[in-house]
Each structure stands twice: as structure tokens, then as C-alpha cells.
């Protein structure tokens, strides 16, 4: 079943929020409440927009459906490992709008990540958590259905992300819903001065399971408009071990989970993409 709701907007367009203010202690309680009640996704406007991307006009398509790239916060890496590979020529525009681009989303990702810590009090392991991610950029393209299509099967079906945060940024074409803990799928509308965010498996099992990751999936309609798409995937390095804090423990909230390395967690979730099984990976891994 799909139903239309608002998914609640929070501005996060203040560049003179910081940690200890009265302005970030008020930010801080809708995120969290909106994390909580709607289980599914924020919307973020941004001061500075998101016309960077908007701004790259080059007539050049790529045929790859998704690219990917990673420590893209990393302005050499973008150049050596994607635009050099895509324009050995050099495309130096094209270089600087993806760092701009994934230096932003990382900057507000690392805001959000730290007022999720703050209102569990858990929030002398943020610097942790953040030296040990890897922000992955994801550039997707996906086409709308023919106008003759039979076919409800969505484009892409629904899953879990099993990374610690997912940031997307799209055009104004509709496609992507979320599923609420109640079973409803509800359909995000794209705003061009918005991103979307989602709390991930990783975390989500840092947490205790006190946060759910969100079910989510992607319905493209009839029309020749594709969809075209930015993620920005905030991810456990290799090797590190997702274990939750003994402040999240209690008589009341017992471990769930057992500690888990991701790169190891990265083999099994391969095996499980070969079966189809695309929901709650991390959390059939490691429960205990």
C-alpha cells in the first residue's frame, strides 16, 4: 500500500550552527524527532543550494547506470580515480563541482551524525566514528519506464543501505519511497534546494536498534524523463568494527547485536545480493 505524507523539512541553512548553541540544541531536537516518529527521512535546505551540480551543463552522457567513487571528500581522488578515467583529456570543471559537492554533503552528513550521538549522550564517539569513515560518492541515472510497459516491479527493489548515513540529491523526477515501520510505502517528492537522508544499517546497529534504516525502493514512472541521482554513502572504513557503546546498554535495552567488522560484513553482503536477500543484512549478520 502507498500513501502520500510530508516527510518534515529541516533547515539546516544556518552556516553559524555549532555545536553548544541554542539554535543547534533546537535543530538537533527535529532531527531527532523527525528520525523518530517518521522512521524514514529528512529533507535538508541547504544556504548554499544545490546548484553545483545544477550548474554542469556539458553535452557529454554516460552510458554507465552508476559510477562510484571513494573518499570523495578527497579532492585528488576524484581527479585521479573518475575524471581522468572519463576525460583523459582533463575536465577540471567537472573535478572541482563533485568535490564541491560531496565536501558539502560530508560537512552536514558529520552535523547530522553528531546531533544523533548528542541526544543518545553518546557523543564523545563521534570524532571516532567520523576518522574512521569513508564518504563514497555515487553518480546514478535511471529511465522511466516505456510508455507500453506492463510491468509494477519497481527499477530498483526495496533494501536497506548497509553503510552508517545516505545523503541523495536528485533532479525533480518522482521515484524513490520509503516504507514505514507500519508497512505503508510512502512517496518522496524531490525538491531542487533539498537532499534527502537516511539512517543506515550500520548505525543503526551502532544504536542498538534504537534508530530503524528504513526500507526504501525505487517506482519509476511512464515518461522518457530519467531520473538522475547523487548519493553520498558515509560508510565504515575496512576493517573497522561496529560495536555498540555500553552506554546504549541496559536492563531495558540488552545488546542486540555483536561486534562485526564491515569489510568481513562486505563478503556476506555480497553473498546475500547473489540471493536476493536485500533488506537487513547487517542485522541478520550480527545479531546475536
Not at 550552527?17 to 535546505?45: C, N, S
Not at 548497509?162 to 524531490?190: A, C, D, F, R
Request: aromatic share 10%; proline share 5%; with cysteine.
Amino acid at each position: 500500500m502507498k500513501t502520500e505524507m510530508k516527510v518534515p523539512v529541516i533547515d539546516f541553512s544556518n552556516e553559524d550552527l555549532k555545536p553548544g548553541t541554542l539554535e543547534w540544541d533546537l535543530v538537533k531536537a527535529q532531527v531527532r524527532q523527525a528520525i523518530h516518529e517518521y522512521t524514514v527521512v529528512l529533507r535538508l535546505r541547504s544556504a548554499k543550494s544545490w546548484r553545483l551540480l545544477r550548474g554542469y551543463k556539458r553535452r557529454e552522457r554516460l552510458n554507465n547506470e552508476s559510477i562510484q567513487i571513494g573518499d570523495a571528500n578527497v579532492a585528488e581522488n576524484i581527479e585521479q580515480h573518475l575524471t581522468k578515467i572519463l576525460w583523459p583529456q582533463r575536465h577540471s570543471n567537472f573535478s572541482k563541482t563533485l568535490f564541491s559537492f560531496s565536501e558539502l554533503a560530508s560537512g552536514l552528513e558529520k552535523k547530522i551524525r553528531r546531533m544523533i550521538l548528542e541526544s543518545f549522550g553518546v557523543e564523545k564517539y563521534t570524532d571516532e566514528l567520523i576518522d574512521s569513515t569513508n564518504y563514497m560518492l555515487r553518480l546514478m541515472k535511471y529511465e522511466g519506464r516505456q510508455p507500453h510497459s506492463q510491468t509494477n516491479e519497481p527499477t530498483l527493489p526495496a533494501h536497506n543501505d548497509p553503510n552508517m548515513v545516505t545523503l541523495l540529491y536528485q533532479n525533480e523526477v518522482n521515484g524513490l519511497e520509503i516504507q514505514t515501520k507500519h508497512g505503508e510505502w510512502i512517496s518522496v517528492k524531490p525538491s531542487p534546494d533539498s537532499f534527502i537522508v537516511m539512517i543506515s544499517e550500520s548505525l543503526s546497529v551502532w544504536l542498538n536498534g534504537r534508530l530503524p534504516s528504513p526500507n526504501h525502493r525505487l517506482m519509476m514512472v511512464t515518461g522518457n524523463k530519467a531520473r538522475y541521482c547523487a548519493g553520498l554513502f558515509a560508510a565504515p572504513r575496512g576493517g573497522y568494527q561496529v560495536k555498540i557503546p555500553e552506554e546504549l546498554v541496559d536492563e531495558q535495552n540488552p545488546f542486540m547485536f555483536k561486534p562485526s567488522d564491515y569489510e568481513e560484513f562486505l563478503e556476506f553482503y555480497a553473498s546475500q545480493l547473489a540471493k536476493g536477500n536485500l533488506s537487513d543484512r547487517l542485522k541478520a549478520y550480527c545479531t546475536i
